[in-house]
């Protein structure tokens, strides 16, 4: 089934750690994003990419690298983890052209102690 | 830049209408669309845009109007499973991801 997964679904790790969120997604969509979102609050864009080899920065952007190498994998990774990292990351994917609306993936809830 | 603002909050009961507003502020503009999250999940797509005038899914429609850079969602015959947080995006032009607003909460009592 067509999908795009996020790993891991928790994550609780120290300040000052090196952190990569995994995205895939299934659907062979060029364009995938990373939004960050704290509960009950507005989506953040933090990085974009509409294609392989391509990337480009959100407003949160400061904090996080991004690669795509290949179609379908889009990781997030934060080079120093701190407490104001704590949220919940999500990843989406979309078919060229604005019509179709992005699929998020399910999240990954990131605490940073 | 982009700003978007709705409504925080709406309460309505079953089988009610409801509509959510959303005004924006943009330099330039693409298209406007909006998402369903229930506590916990992720965002689902429910419309899109792009033009003037209403669009219609369902139970579900949109509006737009570009000249008053506002438009709405419509949600009929209100369902408790339609409580949720609604969102308006903002397409600002083509090549550019989407920027949300921050979210109304709609609330469907019995």
């Known amino acids: 089934e067509a999908d795009i997964y996020q790993t891991p679904r928790y994550l609780v790790i120290g300040t000052g750690k090196k952190i990569t969120l995994e995205c895939s997604q299934t659907?062979?969509?060029?364009?995938m994003y990373w939004y960050q979102q704290d509960p009950g609050m507005e989506l953040h864009l933090i990085h974009y990419?509409?294609?392989?080899?391509?990337?480009e920065k959100g407003d949160l952007s400061s904090e996080s690298t991004v690669s795509r190498i290949r179609t379908e994998h889009f990781p997030l990774t934060l080079e120093s983890a701190r407490p104001s990292h704590t949220s919940q990351y999500l990843c989406?994917?979309?078919?060229?052209?604005?019509?179709?609306?992005?699929?998020f993936g399910s999240g990954t809830r990131l605490t940073v102690v | 830049g982009q700003s978007l603002e709705q409504p925080s909050e709406v309460t309505a009961v079953e089988g009610a209408i409801v509509q959510i507003n959303c005004t924006y502020q943009?330099?330039?503009?693409?298209?406007l669309s909006w998402y369903q999250q229930h506590d916990g999940g992720a965002p689902t797509f429910l419309s899109y845009?792009?033009?003037?005038g209403l669009e219609e899914t369902g139970r579900f429609s949109s509006f737009l109007s570009r000249s008053d850079s506002y438009g709405y969602l419509l949600l009929q015959e209100l369902q408790m499973k339609d409580s949720a947080s609604y969102f308006c995006?903002?397409?600002?032009?083509?090549?550019?991801?989407?920027?949300f607003g921050k979210g109304t909460t709609l609330s469907v009592s019995s």
């Open positions: 989406a994917s979309s078919e060229e052209g604005p019509t179709y609306g992005y699929t």
């Open positions: 943009t330099s330039g503009f693409y298209g």
């Open positions: 659907m062979g969509h060029d364009k």
């Open positions: 995006a903002l397409g600002a032009q083509a090549g550019t991801a989407l920027i």
């Open positions: 990419s509409y294609g392989v080899n391509s990337t």
């Open positions: 845009n792009g033009l003037d």
